[in-house]
């Protein structure tokens, strides 16, 4: 554990190190990631699904403000399906007009999770977003996450009533809302999805030891339990083998996110309490884990070397001192070797050894 703390303290200090030039760089990646997901997912237009094509997206949302990536994600999606259908490239944009003005204009940061949705399940691992939304939001974002989930399902029956359609007309759109409300999938994933979100939510906030931990690993249990269950009895046509797996890593990357964003010591849990005029509080206090520094270091020096090299230094110790007066008292050269440890700042410790050099 305290390897993967030293390596994320490193991160974070590299991080604010360089956080100007990191932060465009991973924007850029962010949006590349975006939009090769949506060609993965769509992929109608043959002039859009190209790498050459995200790369000029991603650039080009780099230079505007971070809120910029959400319309052109929707500019992205819509010119997709206008290839196939100017009827449904139009019903689209509608959607994205009403979602973006009744709601993401308001609460910009929502649209991320909303759009989040899509990308991760065109990898394969929606779950991770209910038990990263439980460890990190409110019960509230079960909303962007089930429109999310509405706006992937939607895609998706796009998809199939294009691959199964002959001519664009009017009844496309139709059939696309039809296939829409009758998809079981779309149903079980906002049920499944919203409560696991708020059960992980609830555990993390209980005050037991290791509650962030117990919440992750019990909010994928309860995810695979009911997915399963939908499965056997709905008929879901889920890939057992894949899905294990896929969940077993959806856990390990939010167990890492939660120890990149708070790693807590339960060992040095302390319950105080005390009262002012009005109120009796009692009050539990956990520790952060951090890696500290010694702001001391040992080494060992030759005193020849030492004291030939150091001897108008007032820092050295009184033995070193008083051996040096002896020296130019007989007026002879000091002929001895001996070893000794001394404890010096970081700091004088580097200048000792350029000084050396």
């Given at each position: 554990?305290?390897?993967l703390?030293?390596?994320?303290?490193?991160?974070?200090?590299?991080?604010?190190?360089?956080?100007?030039?990191?932060?465009?760089i991973?924007?850029?990646?962010?949006?590349?990631?975006?939009?090769?997901?949506?060609?993965?997912?769509?992929?109608?237009?043959p002039?859009?699904?190209?790498?050459?094509?995200?790369?000029?997206?991603?650039?080009?949302?780099?230079?505007?403000?971070?809120?910029?990536?959400?319309?052109?994600?929707?500019?992205?999606?819509?010119?997709?399906?206008?290839?196939?259908?100017?009827?449904?490239?139009?019903?689209?944009a509608?959607?994205?007009?009403?979602?973006?003005?009744?709601?993401?204009?308001?609460?910009?940061?929502?649209?991320?999770?909303?759009?989040?949705?899509?990308?991760?399940?065109?990898?394969?691992?929606?779950?991770?977003?209910?038990?990263?939304?439980?460890?990190?939001?409110?019960?509230?974002?079960i909303?962007?996450?089930?429109?999310?989930?509405?706006?992937?399902?939607?895609?998706q029956?796009?998809?199939?009533?294009?691959?199964?359609?002959?001519?664009?007309?009017?009844?496309?759109?139709?059939?696309?809302?039809?296939?829409?409300?009758?998809?079981?999938?779309?149903?079980?994933?906002?049920?499944?999805?919203?409560?696991?979100?708020?059960?992980?939510?609830?555990?993390?906030?209980s005050?037991?030891?290791?509650?962030?931990?117990?919440?992750?690993?019990?909010?994928?249990f309860?995810?695979?339990?009911?997915?399963?269950?939908?499965?056997?009895?709905?008929?879901?046509?889920?890939?057992?083998?894949?899905?294990?797996?896929?969940?077993?890593?959806?856990?390990?990357?939010?167990?890492?996110?939660?120890?990149?964003?708070?790693?807590?010591?339960?060992?040095?849990?302390?319950?105080?309490?005390?009262?002012?005029?009005?109120?009796?509080?009692?009050?539990?206090?956990?520790?952060?884990?951090?890696?500290?520094?010694?702001?001391?270091?040992v080494?060992?020096?030759?005193?020849?070397?030492?004291?030939?090299?150091?001897?108008?230094?007032?820092?050295?110790?009184?033995?070193?001192?008083?051996?040096?007066?002896?020296?130019?008292?007989?007026?002879?050269?000091?002929?001895?070797?001996?070893?000794?440890?001394?404890?010096?700042?970081?700091?004088?410790i580097?200048?000792?050894?350029?000084?050396?050099?």
């Open positions: 554990m305290s390897i703390l030293e390596i994320r303290d490193y991160i974070q200090k590299f991080y604010q190190k360089y956080a100007a030039v990191l932060n465009v991973l924007r850029f990646l962010a949006a590349f990631i975006t939009f090769f997901a949506t060609n993965r997912v769509i992929g109608f237009n002039y859009l699904d190209h790498t050459y094509t995200e790369l000029v997206f991603a650039a080009v949302s780099v230079v505007f403000p971070t809120q910029i990536l959400l319309f052109f994600e929707a500019v992205f999606i819509i010119l997709h399906i206008l290839y196939v259908s100017h009827y449904l490239a139009f019903v689209t509608i959607f994205f007009a009403i979602l973006y003005f009744v709601y993401v204009r308001f609460i910009p940061k929502d649209g991320y999770v909303i759009l989040s949705m899509p990308v991760l399940s065109s990898f394969g691992a929606p779950y991770i977003l209910p038990i990263l939304l439980g460890i990190t939001a409110d019960p509230i974002a909303i962007p996450e089930s429109i999310g989930v509405i706006v992937y399902h939607y895609l029956n796009v998809i199939s009533v294009v691959s199964t359609s002959t001519e664009d007309s009017i009844n496309l759109y139709h059939l696309v809302l039809k296939q829409t409300f009758n998809d079981k999938e779309l149903y079980i994933t906002l049920i499944v999805f919203s409560i696991v979100t708020i059960f992980v939510y609830f555990i993390r906030n005050k037991i030891d290791y509650s962030f931990e117990i919440a992750i690993i019990s909010g994928g309860l995810n695979t339990i009911l997915l399963l269950f939908m499965n056997f009895f709905m008929d879901i046509n889920i890939n057992v083998f894949r899905f294990f797996i896929t969940m077993i890593l959806s856990v390990a990357f939010v167990w890492l996110v939660q120890l990149f964003r708070l790693s807590l010591n339960y060992a040095g849990v302390e319950n105080l309490q005390f009262e002012d005029d009005e109120y009796y509080y009692y009050v539990r206090a956990v520790p952060k884990n951090n890696i500290t520094k010694a702001d001391k270091n080494k060992r020096y030759n005193a020849h070397n030492f004291i030939r090299h150091h001897d108008d230094s007032q820092n050295i110790t009184e033995t070193n001192k008083e051996n040096e007066e002896h020296n130019d008292s007989a007026g002879e050269d000091f002929d001895h070797n001996f070893d000794f440890t001394v404890s010096l700042d970081d700091e004088y580097n200048n000792i050894e350029k000084k050396e050099k």
